[in-house]
């Protein structure tokens, strides 16, 4: 026996969702961002998804995006790989990330593999 109409309930959610959204404080999630993986954000963020769930014991939100970051890559006439900065002109703080010692096979690897992990990290959130 249904008690009321499951699309009321749905848009209802949806708005729900869609207002927290809205209310996001991009500049706390930047610096978060930065502290825990010394990224900065691209203006273009999509937004995926929107839910209510249960996180250890308590009501949460989970929020999935996808972003894009700024790369730069300085390497000199041999191709080695000089400094790799993910951060963008102006952000405060700034410093250039050194590159990882190691051939450029070793670098180009470890740095596919940070930018994996990372996007695993985002797309499970902090499950």
Not at 63 to 92: A, Q
Not at 103 to 127: F, R, W, Y
Request: glycine share 6%; net charge negative; charged share 30%.
């Amino acid at each position: 026996m249904k008690l009321t109409n499951p699309k009321t309930i749905q848009d209802g959610e949806k708005e729900f969702i869609d207002t927290i959204n809205a209310e996001l404080d991009w500049g706390a999630i930047e610096r978060i961002l930065f502290e825990k993986h010394s990224l900065t954000l691209h203006e273009e963020i999509d937004y995926k998804n929107g839910d209510l769930m249960v996180y250890k014991d308590q009501i949460a939100y989970k929020f999935d995006f996808e972003i894009k970051v700024p790369l730069s890559i300085i390497f000199n006439r041999e191709g080695e790989c000089l400094e790799l900065s993910t951060l963008r002109e102006g952000f405060e703080d700034e410093a250039p990330l050194p590159a990882e010692p190691g051939g450029p096979e070793d670098k180009v690897a470890q740095m596919a593999l940070n930018i994996a992990d990372l996007i695993s990290e985002i797309n499970q959130g902090d499950e």
